[in-house]
Structure formats: C-alpha cells, structure tokens
C-alpha cells in the first residue's frame, strides 16, 4: 500500500470514529480522495474530503474538517491545516521519505507489483490480423499496446491470458488461395485473370514461387478446386509462420492461438445460433437468419446467416465470444481498429442476447498511425512501393524505439510517428533519454567496482544523510509507482507508464547532475547508491511493461 492509500485509509477511519463518538452525525461516508497540491506551499497532500461529506452527514464542512483533523492517527504526519470553506492540507515529517524508501529497498526487484487487481481472470484479444500477409504497422501499435497492456495488468495482479484469433475461414482465406493460384499459373507461363479481390503483395509472388520450387507444376494435374484448397492450406501455414516471427521480434508472444476454423468444426456457430433463437432474440426474415440486436440498443437488427446459407462473419464473432465466456473471464478485452467502432453495440447486443453482462465485453478502439520522415508524410514502402510494414519499421528504427513510440501516446489518439525522431541518440527521443538514465546507473556501479567501493543493497543505510532536492524528489517519484501501476492497469493505460519512465528518468538525470554519488563522505555515498538502486529497479521494472530493453551501455 502506497503512501497516499494510506493516508486515506487514516483520514476515513478518522472520519469513521467522528460520527462513533457523536462529534459528527450518522450518515454514508464517501471515498476519500487525494491530490498533491500545486505549490509545496499547501502540503505535501491535499483533499476536499470534508465538503463532499458535508453532502451526506449534512454537517459544515469546517466542522467535518475539524472533526477529521483533531482524530486522525498517521506516523509520518506533521501537521494538518484546514484550508477556505474545508479543505485539508496534510504536511508530512521531514524523514518520512527516508522510511519510505527504506520500505521500497527492503520490497526488492518486485517493487511496484501490486494485488489492486485480485487475481481477476481478464483474456486480452489483439493484433489477430488476417493471415494474408505481412503485418503493416498499423498492426504494430496494436501489438505493442495489448502486450504492454498484459504486462502492465499482470503486474497490477490480474490474471491475464493473451490471445490472437485466427480468421482462418471465410472469404479472406478463399481470396488468399485463388490469388496464390493465380501467380502460381502465371509462373508456370499460363495466361490466368487475376481474382478481383485478390491479394496483390510480393509475398503471394513468393508463395507461388516457392510452391513451383518444392513441387514443380505437379498441381496442373490436379483440378482448380483441389488444388486452391491445397494452396490454401500451404499459404495459410506460411502467412501464420511469418506472422508469429514477426510478432516474436517485436517482443510479442500469446497464450493461445485461437482458429476460426475450429468453431465450425465443433458446431460452435450453429449452436449459438440455437441459443438465440431459444432464447427468442433470433428469427427468420427473407431467407436470412436475424439477431434481434434493437433489443438491446443497437440501430438496426443483423443479419447472422445469409439467404445462401452462408454464415457472415458476425456469426462466428458471436460463436467466438460464447467460447471465451464460457472459459470463466470475469473480463474480455478486444483491442480492435477504428474501423470496428460501430461493430460494438452489435457485438455487446450478441453478447446481452446469450445471457451475458454486456459490460464484460471491453473494447478498445486503436487510432491510426501515420509514419513521418523529415517533415513529410511516410505512405510507401521504398523497397516495396506498398504499405510500410512492421518489419520494415522495426529494421529501420529497432525494436526498443517502436514499441515506446506506439505505447507513448494514447491509444484512443492518432499517432504521428517521427522516424528521425525515434532513430536520434538525443535527450528529445524519449526512449533514449529513459534508457540513458539507466544506462548511466549501470555506469555507476561499474566505477564503483573499479574504485573498489563495497555496497549491499540489502544493508541498512543512513538514508537521512539524503536531504537535498534532487534527492527528496526523486525518492517521492519512486514512491508514487505502485499507485501509478493500479491506475493504469485500472484505466487500461499503458502510455501513463511510458510518461511516467520519462518523468522518473528526467528526476534521476537532476540527481546524476546534482549530487556526485562516489568521491564524498562514505555514509552519503551509501545512502546515494541506495537511492540510484531503488532508481534502477523501478526504471527496469517499467520498461519492462512497456517491452523495452534496460541497456547498460549506450
């Protein structure tokens, strides 16, 4: 429990024992909240606690204040002053930074891990692209985010599951195979019409090449359908292969890989839609199959089945979903483009219909990315002429740079994606500013090993030798991480951890400048390098969230 919870905790018990011992009258409490006041001027801490009671007790908020302020009990508590018409303002003792980084040190590398999610079994569904080609980076933000996001919902105590779903059936696959097809005839010096839509990537070029290079023309002798199923099912192996390389590279792996396919053969689409005709929000109109999905807010009913037979891909999205309810999630969370934001009511209708909480169902919708380079929008590949794909991003700007970039910004913000920017070794790169403070820890304990400085990082230190500033501000910053980490996991948040590595790497950097750690008095170096150890862990423990890489070296 971090600092602020704690002092809430003692203001509401304080609160709680007023209305006990007849100094306040009876009624609901609310939450108490907490803010750090503008100037240090106003406390260390503030809150408006005493006026949002005066609503529900129907008492002066003064009087509340008073009542708060005369009982509560908190040892690191200097003083408390009642400020205008009731607010708070909480000043703690001088050394409490010092306890409190003592309590940080003795927590270790785990600092920062906190239980606010209780164990929650939450599935986390993203990237999840066709496999009929190679991800562009569009799919890139997506991957960083949902990986960043289960890192930093983990480590916020949940119970994460990280899933890709397979579109391994429909038209998309079909396409995928007639397109195959078609460049496999053209090499083999056949004059073919190339399907309309049909995939026009180098990489089908690829496939077809490589199927001619393994087994020659021996798929002339077979018919056309036999033969676009073989190729479906050699190109959809080698699109899903590429695909999980490409994800590997970037640091993403999942749980489980889910196909599509698979619901048809277990009947999982029509019993779905045996439900929800059991249940009446289903019917038959013009030959199609309905989801009577008005009832439950959306604009208009939809179709599930076509008047051909067909099932719409909405029908395995709702067999899909039966499937991860029926797995026990307390929560499901799809992170999905843009262009599905209306795809939602239809899709919580499904879920509401099947007898689900719709509100177990969260969607996140990823805005889009636009690359830059010198000033000028990025659209083509120079090496392709087409989309710029993630690999291609990754080779240009690496790994660590693209994933903080995707991470920094708000998912629900447009991104404009600098690659000069991303590829600086300079403090306006913040991927690079972050790791350099790292990096200028490790560099710390590197001198310190040479000039034959001994240091336990589980031994006591005098912390109270660290009164300057830099010192105080940095401690305070440490501080406030695990709280940081609830938030962000609760607010599905992973760009509030990007900031906060950059706003604690700025901090240290002040540190770095202002104090020397080595060549002062023996008990001061101790208690620095106390400090730029508990620096080093939280910087560590965040860039491992978000995926990127702690260097000792740059």
């Not at 005709?277 to 439950?296: I, N, P, Q, V």
């Not at 690359?371 to 087409?386: A, C, D, F, H, N």
Request: charged content about 25%; aromatic content about 10%.
């Amino acid at each position: 429990m971090n600092v602020k919870e704690r002092l809430a905790g003692a203001i509401a018990r304080a609160a709680a024992a007023a209305v006990s011992d007849g100094a306040l009258p009876q009624g609901a409490l609310p939450e108490v909240f907490l803010e750090v006041p503008p100037e240090k001027s106003f406390g260390d801490y503030a809150t408006n606690f005493a006026m949002q009671a005066a609503r529900t007790l129907k008492a002066n908020p003064r009087k509340i204040a008073e009542a708060v302020v005369g009982r509560i009990e908190f040892p690191w508590l200097d003083r408390a002053e009642i400020a205008g018409p009731g607010f708070i303002n909480f000043f703690l003792k001088p050394d409490w930074l010092h306890e409190l980084l003592q309590e940080i040190l003795d927590a270790g590398p785990a600092y920062g891990n906190t239980q606010s999610g209780g164990r929650q079994k939450v599935q986390i569904e993203f990237v999840s692209a066709n496999p009929t080609g190679p991800l562009h980076v569009g799919h890139g933000r997506g991957a960083a985010f949902g990986s960043a996001l289960a890192n930093l919902m983990s480590a916020a105590g949940y119970d994460i599951q990280k899933e890709f779903y397979i579109n391994d059936a429909g038209n998309q696959i079909d396409n995928l195979a007639a397109s195959v097809e078609a460049r496999y005839l053209e090499l083999l010096g056949q004059t073919v019409e190339f399907p309309e839509d049909g995939y026009h990537g180098k990489d089908i070029i690829d496939t077809a090449q490589r199927i001619i290079d393994n087994s020659g023309s021996r798929y002339l002798l077979v018919s056309p359908a036999e033969r676009r199923e073989i190729f479906k099912q050699i190109a959809l192996e080698e699109k899903l292969a590429a695909l999980k390389e490409d994800l590997e590279s970037f640091g993403v792996t999942f749980d489980v890989w889910f196909s599509e396919r698979s619901l048809f053969a277990d009947d999982a689409v029509a019993a779905a839609c045996a439900q929800l005709r059991e249940k009446g929000f289903a019917y038959d109109k013009d030959g199609a199959f309905w989801l009577r999905s008005t009832a439950f807010g959306d604009d208009k009913d939809r179709v599930i089945i076509r008047d051909n037979g067909v099932p719409t891909y909405f029908a395995s999205d709702i067999a899909y979903h039966d499937n991860k309810f029926r797995r026990g999630f307390a929560k499901v969370i799809n992170i999905w483009g843009a262009d599905h934001h209306g795809y939602i009511p239809r899709m919580k209708a499904a879920m509401a219909a099947l007898g689900y909480d719709p509100e177990r169902l969260e969607v996140l919708i990823l805005q889009m990315v636009s690359l830059y380079q010198g000033g000028e929008l990025v659209k083509m590949s120079k090496r392709t002429g087409q989309g710029v794909t993630l690999s291609e991003l990754i080779e240009e700007v690496g790994r660590d740079a693209a994933r903080y970039f995707f991470i920094m910004r708000s998912l629900d913000s447009q991104l404009d994606f600098d690659l000069d920017l991303a590829k600086s070794h300079s403090n306006e790169n913040p991927v690079y500013y972050v790791q350099y403070a790292h990096a200028r820890i490790a560099s710390i304990f590197r001198q310190m090993a040479e000039a034959g400085v001994a240091f336990d990082s589980s031994a006591k230190a005098d912390l109270s030798c660290l009164t300057s500033a830099w010192e105080l501000d940095l401690i305070r910053k440490i501080g406030d991480y695990p709280e940081e980490i609830a938030a962000a996991a609760r607010d599905r948040a992973p760009h509030r951890i990007a900031r906060y590595a950059h706003e604690l790497a700025g901090l240290f950097h002040s540190f770095y400048n202002g104090c020397r750690v080595l060549g002062v008095e023996p008990e001061l170096t101790t208690a620095r390098l106390a400090l730029v150890t508990a620096s080093q862990r939280v910087l560590r423990h965040s860039l491992g969230i978000l995926g990127v890489d702690a260097p000792e070296k740059m």
